[in-house]
């Protein structure tokens, strides 16, 4: 059973047929959607979504990228939401979390500075309950990493994973696995698709980041869960395994990223 590790199937790019790219997504093979939140406004949205799909969980968090208008309440709410979700077998982790030192708005002093706060305080909070976080790493692999070591939760995915092979056993090393999705289908990403070949299979899973990352043979149209079984296809025959291998393999390294998932599926 194929399992997408990170989608926001929420997103509006579905034109409110989430329910039925789910569907689509199950027929085709794909067992489990991993729905991460990315701020306040969308925590109850992807809750009632994971609870509707029946192929679908979710995760809480606030994204690097909503932090600029996130307030300090927020964090309380989360808490307070987290709380409360630990009674909720669709919720799994704490995410979309994480460091963007991409986008230039972002890199501003403050920013990071705001970024970093908002990261260290998610990250308690994953630890205190004891959950698994899904982390956004784009330009900031080390920062993560500092914050990681520091904190300590109890696991999780980085998530579209494109870092160096030290930084990768370094995740490793810490009990997290790596995401990969459409953008080792591409025959320039040469770096990623090393990396998805020559690390340990227990060490990966598989996600779209639907309506993001588009596969080669769709892009640059939206991508959907749909295609997580031709991600991992494309995967097994860079590895030069069978794609039911693969399939095994990348469910158990889900399973035991995200411990919650084992409920559900």
């Keep these: 059973m194929w399992i997408d590790t990170h ?54 968090g606030i994204h690097p990228i909503c932090v600029p208008n996130a307030q300090e309440e927020d964090l309380t709410h989360l808490r307070a939401l987290v709380d409360a979700a630990m009674n909720d077998p669709y919720f799994v982790a704490i995410g979309e979390i994480g460091l963007d030192y991409f986008i230039p708005m972002l890199c501003e002093p403050a920013m990071r500075d705001k970024q970093e706060h908002f990261f260290r305080e998610q990250l308690r909070i994953a630890r205190d309950f004891e959950l698994p ?103 097994a025959d860079l590895r030069g395994i069978d794609p039911l291998v693969l399939d095994a393999a990348t469910m158990a390294n889900a399973l035991a990223a995200l411990p919650r998932l084992s409920k559900l599926v």
């Design 7 to 60: 989608c926001h199937l929420d997103a509006h790019e579905f034109g409110g047929e989430s329910l039925a790219v789910a569907r689509r997504a199950r027929e085709a093979g794909v067992g489990m959607i991993v729905i991460p939140a990315v701020d306040r406004h969308n925590f109850a949205v992807v809750a009632q979504l994971a609870a509707q799909a029946g192929n679908a969980s979710y995760a809480l």
């Design 133 to 235: 976080v899904l982390m956004h790493v784009r330009r900031s692999q080390d920062h993560v990493l500092k914050h990681v070591r520091q904190v300590r939760p109890a696991g999780g995915i980085a998530h579209a994973f494109n870092g160096s092979f030290q930084q990768a056993q370094t995740y490793i090393d810490l009990g997290f696995r790596l995401g990969f999705g459409g953008a080792m289908t591409f025959t320039r990403a040469l770096q990623i698709r090393r990396l998805a070949t020559q690390l340990p299979l227990e060490s990966i899973v598989l996600e779209t980041d639907a309506p993001d990352i588009s596969p080669a043979w769709i892009h640059p149209a939206r991508n959907s869960p749909e295609q997580l079984p031709a991600i991992g296809r494309a995967l």
